[in-house]
């Protein structure tokens, strides 16, 4: 890590998002176990308040299965456009501290602080003052991690929520990644966890006795990413507005779907994601690919492509809705969605053009 300038990195993390703006928004609701999303037998649970959390609910869980484990359970219906508004008044404030900004999603993003533009010396404080702004403004809770780089700072988002913050420092790096579980790692996903602990491998500090030649053998290309994660390493930059060839998001199920409108109610908080990042950064792209998971774990994609840019969210979850249309009849469940705009052109009045798609 000597080769690699020391930097100081900030993953900021909201609080539950969409069920705090709900229980913000709607005072009834604040102590209650909330759940946003779809109530009826086959919906889908989008977010969780702390206090459903308590009960075993969790996001992308079925409705069914959140109101067994809590009958209590109040679901509301989720106000996208509400929490597109209250994240642009967040990454205003990440700006006041630095440009270096990289979003990962509504409710959360990467800061680097290194050279930040209030002169701070401390990460730490840093973030300490950003969560108190946020509060001050929102009266929303975030959490942040702070460490040397992002794969440390996301993990150490976790460690205090919610509402707190936590810090690796460049001589706790090793240490700290030894002593977690595989499956806690940020990147490697229940399938692999289990994968891993198959030949053996439960902790950091086993993932470290692996060689790359190993982890390559068993893993492919991601072996690369796990041999470096294993030793604390990770050099990638924050990178503020990112050309990037495409832009994705995917949710893994609680309860396998069968239902066409599930799996739209699963599908719209994935356009919902795409299309922000395409407003945030003015990028259309031209190819919408549709990602699904089965039951049995086989994975397919479907890809629809336009001489144009995609114009507008509606025609997006349009394309992505026949999609789905062309899944059916379904010869099993459905456990993960996702969607993927791609062919990314960074001229946003090419959206006037007309669309026409090929398929």
């Known amino acids: 890590m000597s080769e690699v300038p020391a930097r100081k990195i900030i993953h900021l993390d909201m609080d539950a998002f969409y069920a705090s703006v709900e229980q913000r928004d709607h005072p009834e609701l604040r102590g ?12 889908v649970v989008a977010a969780a308040s702390y206090e459903a959390r308590q009960y075993g609910v969790r996001s992308a869980m079925a409705s069914a299965t959140a ?68 509060l001050a403004e929102t009266q929303l809770t975030a959490s942040a991690g702070i460490s040397y780089n992002k794969f440390l700072a996301k993990l150490a988002s976790d460690y205090r929520k919610p509402n707190g913050q936590f810090v690796v420092r460049p001589e706790q790096g090793l240490a700290f990644v030894e002593g977690l579980a595989v499956g ?37 290309k991601a072996g690369r990413y796990y041999f470096a994660i294993a030793r604390a390493e990770d050099h990638r930059p924050v990178v503020a507005d990112r050309l990037r060839k495409s832009m994705g998001s995917e949710t893994t199920f609680g309860q396998d779907l069968t239902e066409f409108t599930d799996l739209l109610d699963g599908l719209r908080p994935l356009v919902e994601e795409v299309w922000e990042y395409c407003q945030r950064s003015g990028i259309r792209g031209r190819t919408v690919t549709l990602k699904v998971k089965f039951a049995d774990f086989q994975q397919i994609t479907r890809s629809r492509s336009g001489v144009g840019v995609v114009p507008s969210q509606a025609v997006l979850e349009r394309m992505c809705r026949g ?31 007309q669309l026409t798609l090929s398929f």
Request: proline residues 5%; charged residues 20%; hydrophobic residues 45%.
């Open 67 to 134: 109101l067994r484990k809590c009958p209590e359970l109040v679901f509301v219906a989720p106000r996208f456009a509400v929490y597109k508004e209250v994240s642009r008044q967040i990454r205003a404030i990440f700006a006041q501290y630095t440009p270096l900004i990289e979003p990962v999603s509504l409710d959360e993003a990467y800061l680097d602080v290194t050279h930040n533009l209030k002169q701070l010396a401390s990460a730490t404080q840093i973030a300490r003052k950003i969560r108190a702004k946020i």
């Open 323 to 353: 999609l789905v249309e062309g899944l059916f009849p379904l010869a099993k469940g459905v456990r993960l969605l996702g969607v993927t705009l791609s062919n990314l052109n960074n001229a946003p009045e090419a959206a006037g053009r």
């Open 184 to 220: 806690q790692f940020h990147g490697v996903g229940p399938v692999t966890a289990a994968r891993m602990n198959q030949l053996g491998i439960f902790s950091g500090a086993d993932l470290r006795a692996q060689t790359a030649k190993f982890l390559q053998q068993h893993f492919g």
């Open 32 to 43: 209650q176990p909330v759940a946003v999303g779809g109530a009826r037998e086959r919906g």
